[in-house]
């Protein structure tokens, strides 16, 4: 029990482009979901926190107008690079918390995003 | 703001010895402690997490850390290590928001 899936694993854009990165909770409802980024050999940094039905909170230094993030459903979080630059690129990880349980997240495998 | 430190960015230990991962936290309130095992280009796996009671809090694949409020420490240690351990650990501490802040990673090499 208690995963979570990302699409795609691996995407290549040209610069310009946006790109939309699904997370999804395949059997539990996740009340809570969190987008972290990740530069090669760095450690996770937390982008934005996002409840459903609600509008996502950025951390300080994250554009909201170039990483739009969604979730609009109980299993379904999305997070789209708008206008991508080769700076972009990245390990993108989502994590979601199910309903009830406060201290434990389920973290999905991660998408490289290649930014051309 | 609560964060963590790694004091270790690379850790090479030989297969079957004992290997101790440092972590230190800064914290002046309730604190609550993870740690977390990332092999390549895959996402995170919860090793162990310390929420409250017993500061011996043992996880999976024969991990376990010590919480010690006095040193403000949380080390993740294993007696045996295998070739599979190798990877990337990572420390973190939840947030009043139930974000995680994560340390910067100790990557663990194991040789024969």
């Known amino acids: 029990g208690a995963v979570v899936s990302q699409h795609p694993s691996w995407v290549i854009c040209k610069s310009g482009t946006s790109v939309k990165i699904e997370c999804r909770s395949l059997?539990?409802?996740?009340?809570?979901m969190f987008w972290y980024r990740q530069f090669p050999k760095q450690s996770l940094m937390l982008m934005a926190t996002?409840?459903?039905?609600?509008?996502?909170?950025?951390e300080q230094g994250v554009e909201k107008d170039k990483f739009l993030i969604n979730h609009a459903s109980l299993t379904l979080s999305t997070l789209t690079v708008t206008s991508a630059h080769p700076e972009d690129s990245s390990f993108y990880i989502c994590?979601?918390?199910?309903?009830?349980?406060?201290?434990?997240?389920?973290f999905g495998p991660g998408t490289r995003l290649t930014v051309t | 703001a609560q964060s963590v430190t790694q004091l270790d960015s690379q850790v090479p230990v030989f297969e079957e010895a004992p290997v101790e991962l440092r972590c230190n936290y800064s914290?002046?309130?309730?604190?609550?402690l993870f740690w977390y095992v990332q092999y390549p280009n895959q996402g995170l796996q919860l090793l162990l997490k310390?929420?409250?009671?017993?500061?011996l809090v043992k996880g999976i694949n024969g991990f376990e850390a010590e919480f010690n409020k006095s040193q403000t420490s949380f080390h993740l240690r294993k007696p045996s290590v295998h070739i599979s351990d190798t990877a990337e650990y990572f420390c973190?501490?939840?947030?009043?928001?139930?974000?995680?802040?994560f340390g910067k990673g100790t990557s663990l090499l194991v040789t024969p």
């Open positions: 994590s979601a918390r199910a309903r009830g349980q406060y201290y434990e997240q389920y």
């Open positions: 059997d539990f409802q996740a009340t809570t």
């Open positions: 996002s409840n459903e039905g609600s509008k996502a909170t950025y």
């Open positions: 914290s002046s309130v309730s604190v609550y």
């Open positions: 310390y929420l409250s009671g017993s500061t």
């Open positions: 973190a501490v939840m947030d009043s928001g139930y974000a995680l802040n």
